[in-house]
């Protein structure tokens, strides 16, 4: 380590805060303040990971969220370690461990490197074109190119910090808190805007705030004294909100943005437990004011990529910042003004500079005319045509540009360095602005797009709307925010600036070189490998569209999207196709702008928070007495209750058995519960069900069948009058949410002249159903004041009565075929009322049933259930339901649809029976149902819907659609499995006590 | 995410809401006078517009009320909304 390479002048370091970290296994030192990317140049690290394709060693290129190479791979527990963490924006603390990715068996020495040798033969295209034949061998090759691709190692067991989502509403927002974010904040708080200013780094006034040169003056101060006063003066405001460490990562329509707040990155590991480790901000923003700066360009030339050579910005942002010389011998390599001040900087603290190679053959500013003053020797017009040194860079060689750019003339000339700063201008981070919606404009001058048309009410300000120079940027923030904010006090009187600088600009997307393209790497995009050349072969092959180029050469897919080369490749594409550049367009930006955890985005719903579950009021009962759950909608129902060892059969076998001989129990209570009042109740359900409603007496129980318009099945259910105007209506468990919005639709935009109320009371009635031969003795004990004989309550009737004081409703029908009874009581009541019952039936083997077996009971009563046995391709006559739909009825949802030319074909699938030729062999519910196995393709007639061992019956049955099987009664049809042809016959869909004998036997 | 200004609560967030398809179509008086297209083109037909559509919207996880929307779909401008049975506001 040299010490030289820090000076400690920097004020945002605390030098006297010495933290240690480890990188590859090595242990390191930094000081408060650093970031993992500063620390290790101060440590002369420059190598820190190997590129994706080539494995090529790259070094740190940025200093900030645009970084394409320096991504690594954050702690190294299986629970909290990161991959693909940029080591310029992790702030260094206490025991940080970090390594390098993408290399094996180490960052210096990389297996992988192989594939640089092999470059030749992996051009763009190169896996679509190598790994298509024969297609057959597709699986064989994915093995090993899923082996060697990908970036870093994700956790392996499940992340133990805390993340929370929050939502901020706020008059004004703004993104970037670099000078005119800055400005823009105050002149909207101090005019009584509640505003929030958000910035991603960790620190206020972006890179304003160490511009510590006599060449940027404010009011005849440093730029950054002043503006240090403007953050001292707003971190006072009231209503001004400041979230540093928070990356806007998405910009929606209608001012609907998405921020990731970092709380815990920076802190000690041991500081960090029990506080929320980052957090998603929900922002909806009346005004936002978008000042998200920009980012500065690299060069495109010859083996641009080495370790060493950086953004020149990140070299003066380094120094600057953090007090750290990124090089002993640098040589700075620009196409515009921005590198000479990087050269003050590094002037200023007497770093070595041994040259300028600046693409420009005039160069007019007072900053370079001070730089050559420092005997700096500037090479104008020339350009870097190679680089050397394969860890770090160690020289380059340039030459004279060509009039007009395309080629290069002369001799050759070599310059050692180990740090080579790049400049290739600025470009406008519209990244946010784009996601919004907003359209860009191309600018000619200085070949940058720039906002145009704002999609909502936001502004872009600063140098991310296109103004680069200081001058320009502090009047035209004042101007527009304040026209933008309607306000007249703009809180600054006049403000004078200076700056040595001048926007000339050389811009040549991509530098010519003294080798033939086929034999350069001129890197586009860093992270992704896509060089000059891929573009260009791109384009050879017919690739037009950049959306196509893209994909194709991979360009501006990496986790940077590009941020750097993407307008490079922009302008190699219309170069190489002879187009203007803003015909092109851009590639299109897609949230999230930085990469986000997974822990962010689903905040606390995790683990049985991860998704909404009902549950009944009996629910305890049934975990204390080892129920099996079944996920129904959001319901946990009880699907079974295995006693002793039985497994799912076992246990449905007896309880279904029990239920016919004796008496069974079923929590009932998730059915859908839809409360119906109003003089018209009567009128909208004759026209909501397929059946007639009006002359249903009061207290009397009707199923019914509800259809789509289109005719098909949609729900069905009991529904009781319960006055003359009242009705209550049960829909199935999972459609009691759409039912209700559909009656809502049809009585809010067809029937409004109809009067009547609708409202879920689904959560607000306990349903416990008993039935079975001792239905009637038990529910007897329970409610002691009801006569339950067949002539004061028959079936398909309703009685109110009271339970221990508390009102109830007791319907007597019945989805199993047998006498029951269905207790609807307040839900709290329901657990008490459900353990009376299982007290009372105590003595009749009650059996508490689950879904499972109220399922099979009813398809042995051939009774259907929607969604199981239709799936909105049936129409009731596909049922063999036309016993309920009505003739008489004028209209009613669906009725037109039941004769179209479609919906009376004879060859629909029906609903039929199914018997197995070997009564012991249960059908797989979604087996195939085919007539004739010889032909070929086989015809599929349709297929099993509901299958079941039933015990009372002592044989397999089964439910199924078939292609005209209301005329195959008797017919031989085939199940063909995957090893053997199951015989079956098609038989009637009502398997037990045809006549209904059981629901009123004499009990 | 849009900001939906419900005729009956005012301004809230679109996940409140479900869309409910195109709207200002009657359902037909009679359906049983009518022929197999023209029920055809009540049950099925709808319009996919690049630009200015009608749309019904039904607050579902608020006031469980109905009522249209007027929606530039190139861009989402939401240019009107109004109640069930009112006229559209704007062309």
């Known amino acids: 380590m040299s010490n030289n390479l820090r000076f400690k002048t920097s004020k945002f370091i605390d030098e006297t805060y010495r933290v240690s970290f480890k990188f590859n296994n090595k242990t390191y030192f930094g000081f408060k303040g650093d970031t993992l990317a500063s620390a290790l140049l101060a440590n002369g690290i420059h190598l820190v990971g190997r590129s994706f394709k080539y494995h090529r060693p790259r070094g740190i290129m940025t200093s900030g969220s645009e970084e394409p190479n320096a991504i690594i791979q954050l702690h190294d527990n299986s629970s909290r370690t990161e991959p693909n963490v940029r080591a310029t924006e992790v702030e260094i603390y206490e025991g940080l461990v970090a390594s390098s990715q993408n290399c094996w068996p180490s960052v210096n020495f990389d297996i992988g490197g192989i594939n640089n040798l092999l470059s030749p033969i992996l051009p763009a295209g190169f896996y679509y074109k190598t790994f298509m034949w024969p297609a057959s061998f597709w699986e064989k090759y994915e093995y090993f190119i899923r082996k060697s691709a990908g970036l870093g190692k994700s956790p392996k067991v499940a992340d133990p910090d805390i993340y929370e989502h929050k939502y901020i509403h706020c008059d004004v927002l703004v993104i970037g808190a670099g000078i005119s974010g800055i400005m823009a904040a105050k002149m909207a708080a101090k005019n009584g805007f509640k505003t929030l200013l958000v910035d991603e780094k960790s620190y206020l006034g972006g890179s304003s705030i160490y511009d510590n040169s006599e060449f940027s003056k404010i009011n005849n101060q440093i730029t950054s004294s002043w503006l240090e006063k403007e953050i001292n003066e707003i971190s006072k405001l009231e209503n001004l909100e400041i979230k540093i460490r928070t990356s806007v990562a998405a910009f929606h329509g209608y001012n609907f943005l998405l921020a990731r707040e970092n709380l815990t990155d920076h802190l000690p590991i041991n500081q960090r437990e029990n506080k929320v480790r980052q957090r998603l901000l929900k922002i909806r923003a009346k005004k936002v004011i978008t000042a998200t700066g920009s980012i500065e360009r690299p060069l495109i030339f010859h083996n641009n990529d080495r370790p060493g050579i950086m953004l020149s910005s990140a070299i003066k942002r380094y120094i600057d910042l953090y007090g750290v010389a990124c090089g002993e011998n640098n040589i700075l390599f620009t196409n515009n003004d921005t590198a000479y001040e990087t050269a003050m900087s590094l002037i200023q603290r007497g770093i070595k500079i041994n040259a300028i190679i600046d693409n420009r053959e005039q160069i007019d500013s007072k900053i370079s005319y001070e730089v050559e003053k420092n005997n700096i020797k500037i090479y104008k017009g020339y350009t870097v045509v190679d680089t050397y040194g394969y860890r770090r860079i160690n020289k380059i060689s340039i030459m004279k540009l060509s009039k007009d750019g395309q080629t290069v003339i002369g001799d050759k000339t070599k310059l050692n360095c180990d740090c080579l700063g790049v400049s290739g201008g600025w470009t406008p981070a519209v990244h946010l602005f784009t996601q919004s919606g907003g359209k860009l404009k191309f600018r000619e001058e200085d070949q940058v797009f720039i906002p145009n048309v704002y999609p909502s009410d936001q502004i872009s300000i600063g140098s991310c709307n296109g103004d680069f120079g200081l001058e320009e940027i502090i009047k035209n923030t004042l101007s527009s925010i304040k026209k933008f904010l309607d306000i007249d006090n703009s809180e600054y009187k006049t403000v004078e600036t200076i700056s040595g600088l001048n926007q000339s600009k050389r811009n040549i997307w991509l530098l010519p070189s003294d080798k033939s393209i086929g034999k350069t790497k001129s890197f586009v995009d860093y992270q992704n490998d896509a060089t000059a050349k891929d573009i260009k072969l791109a384009l050879r092959e017919g690739f037009r569209s950049i959306e196509h180029v893209k994909r194709y050469t991979t360009t501006g897919m990496g986790t940077d999207q590009g941020k750097l080369g993407n307008m490079h490749a922009l302008g190699i594409i219309s170069e190489t196709a002879g187009t203007k550049m803003g015909e092109h367009g851009t590639t299109t930006f897609r949230p999230p702008y930085t990469p986000l955890t997974f822990g962010t985005i689903v905040g606390r719903n995790v683990g049985e928070f991860f998704d909404i579950f009902r549950r009944t009021p009996i629910h305890d009962w049934h975990v204390a007495n080892n129920a099996e759950f079944e996920n129904v909608g959001q319901w946990k129902r009880a699907w079974y209750y295995p006693k002793d060892n039985e497994n799912m059969h076992q246990a449905v076998q007896r309880e279904s058995k029990a239920a016919r001989d004796s008496a069974g129990i079923l929590d009932a209570s998730t059915l859908g519960k839809i409360d119906i009042q109003g003089t018209d109740a009567s009128e909208f359900l004759n026209r909501v069900y397929t059946n007639a409603w009006s002359k249903l007496a009061i207290g009397k129980c009707r199923y019914g069948l509800m259809l789509n318009e289109d005719g098909m099945v949609y729900d069905d259910g009991v529904t009781t009058r319960l006055g003359e105007n009242h009705y209550i209506m049960t829909t199935t468990t999972g459609g009691a949410a759409n039912v209700l919005g559909k009656l809502e639709d049809y009585l809010q935009t067809e029937w409004p002249e109809l009067d009547v109320y609708l409202s879920s009371v689904t959560d607000h009635f306990a349903t416990i159903s008993v039935c079975g031969p001792n239905s009637k003795k038990i529910v007897s004990k329970v409610v002691p004041d009801l006569d339950l004989s067949d002539e004061k309550f028959p079936h398909m009737s309703f009685k109110n009565s009271k339970i221990d004081n508390i009102k109830c409703r007791i319907m007597r029908i019945s989805f199993t075929g047998e006498h029951s009874y269905e207790i609807n009581i307040q839900a709290n009541f329901g657990k008490s009322v459900w353990e009376k019952c299982m007290e009372a039936g105590k003595d009749f083997n009650i059996t508490p049933y689950g879904t499972e077996t109220m399922h099979l009971l009813r398809a042995e009563k051939g009774f259907i259930i929607v969604g199981q046995d239709t799936d909105a391709t049936l129409t009731p006559i596909d049922l063999q339901m036309d016993w309920i739909v009505s003739k008489k009825k004028y209209d009613f949802i669906g009725k037109r649809s039941l004769y179209r030319s479609d919906t009376i074909r004879e060859d629909r699938k029906q609903l039929v029976g199914l018997l197995t030729e070997n009564p012991e062999e249960v059908l797989e519910e979604g087996a195939q149902i085919v007539a004739d196995i010889k032909k070929s393709p086989i015809e599929m007639l349709g297929h099993v819907t509901s299958s079941y061992y039933s015990p009372n019956l002592k044989k397999s049955i089964a439910l199924g659609v078939v292609k005209g099987g209301k005329n195959m009664l008797g017919q031989k049809l085939i199940i063909p499995m995957e090893n053997k042809n199951i015989n079956v016959t098609v038989a009637d869909p009502v398997f037990l006590d045809k006549e209904g004998e059981r629901l009123n036997a004499k009990l | ?91």
């Open chain 2, 1 to 91: 995410m849009f900001l939906i200004n419900c005729p009956f609560c005012g301004e809230r967030e679109q996940s409140e809401f479900k869309a409910g398809g195109e709207a200002h179509i009657v359902r037909p008086k009679q359906p049983t006078e009518l022929s197999d297209d023209e029920w055809a083109e009540y049950l099925f037909m709808r319009k996919n517009i690049k630009g200015v559509q009608f749309e019904r919207w039904n607050h579902v996880h608020g006031c469980r009320k109905w009522f249209n929307m007027v929606r530039d779909t190139s861009n989402d401008q939401i240019k009107a909304v109004y109640k069930m049975g009112e006229k559209p506001p704007v062309k």
